[in-house]
């Protein structure tokens, strides 16, 4: 178990390297940051050529590449870091100086236990893209196919599970102050952020999330996922089907090969809600680098380390929320968020009704190509804190994944809605999912899985054994010591983010 006097060393490397690039402004200046707080970021940048305009996303970059995934991730959440903060890790390149090709070569080797010359016929040294954890080069096979050989950096895990380590530390930290920190929930965040890269630390979760994907979008033949090859995919090794087409991002070259832009966008927005409300399984890296047209028409995706999964009760209320706020029925909206346990019990249901309204009726009077879901979503969290709904990770990732989405969609056609584009397909969900027919159809098949475990469950109860048939219990989160800070203040919002980020441990060691 790391001391604390380490993560404490790391955090104090990583909050000096914030305040350097300006990004502790935003705790000195913030009216809801104690004092204190105040007074340790002012010192945290003595001596530091502090610039006029905080770069934030430039700080995670200099950090690494474990802070790079984080600042990613933080950009989805103004709640926490504040909309300029937000705004500007968007720019966040995931993008590093390729390793030598000799680096790779033993990788691939030491990976297969197998020369590489037995694995591909051809394979280019040059790659096609370096990122923070892995670099991918064109291959061909023996067989003659186009692969991509998508590599792990030699030592990026080691250097993954200390940055997190540290991150669970520090949020474990600014969580034990309460408040709205608790409501935050840090620990939560961290919790899933550490799933994520997992995953995208082993290429063979990623290889079955591409497999996944693939199978439940066999319903949208506009979409398509490239094949993987499992025989030359391993923990550190992933190859898969080579894609020939034009990223999404150069509007010019799909015009110039004669793609339907229209079209595309429409495409794209349903290939997204088969993912996440039909299926429940969507991929939550969508940007522009990561989607292709291909010379048929079809849109292809690739890179699926970050993928989303809600489960159906969660899908029935993303729809008819959705659906709601498309019509403005804002009673059921409001209706939906107390019955999913989003808004405590104690609130009442006509006054987040009414902040509801506020949020989408502005939107309802806007031509279609000024409506925004990403500008309803923001005023959508703008009112959480009001009416202490405690973060939902999974909807954040979903949040973010629908914001992305119709950024490419409008690069496509600027003329484009998502509200307006959504509706057929949210409605047809809904009345498949939730009309009398399915309604039926559910109340069956709980009866009938219910009758056949009566056996079991009587002679569970004559054995005096509990109930079987429920869910496991919740993995608890990794206790972790959470060090005592004088003077009895909460933690702000910003300095809550801040310490996610790295600047907790210089926070709290100079309070201590």
Known sequence: MTAPAVHLWRLLKWGRILARHGALRGIERDPNTPRPVRRIARLARLGARVPAVPRYADAFQAIGPAAIKLGQTLATRPDLVGDEAAHDLLRLQDALPPLPFPIIRERIESSFGRPLETLFAQIDEVPVGAASIAQVHRAVTPEGRQVAVKVLRPGVEADFTRAIDTYEWAAAQVEGMGGEAARLRPRLIIAHFKRWTARELDLRREAASASELA??????????????????????????????????????????AGHDTTALAGKLIRAFLRQAIAEGFFHADMHQGNLFALADGRIAAIDFGIMGRIDRRARVWLAEILYGLITGNYKRVAEIHFEAGYVPAHHNVAEFATALRAVGEPMRGLPVKDMSVGAMLDGLFNITRDFDMQTQP????????????????????PEINLWETSAPFVREWIRTELGPEAAIADRLITDLRTFARLPELIRNIELRYPTPGGAPPALPLREIEVVRVGGGWRYGVVAAAAAAAGIAGTLLVTLA
């Not at 094949?227 to 509007?251: C, F, H, M, P, Y």
């Open 394 to 413: 999974h909807l954040l990732l979903l949040q973010k994944t629908m914001v992305m989405v119709e950024g490419v969609a409008r690069s496509l056609d």
């Open 215 to 256: 199978e439940g979008m066999t319903a949208e033949p506009d979409f398509t996922v490239p094949a993987i090859d499992w025989q030359r995919t391993t923990g550190k090794v992933l190859t898969l089907e080579w894609i020939d087409g034009i990223k999404l991002s150069n509007r010019d070259a799909l015009i110039a």
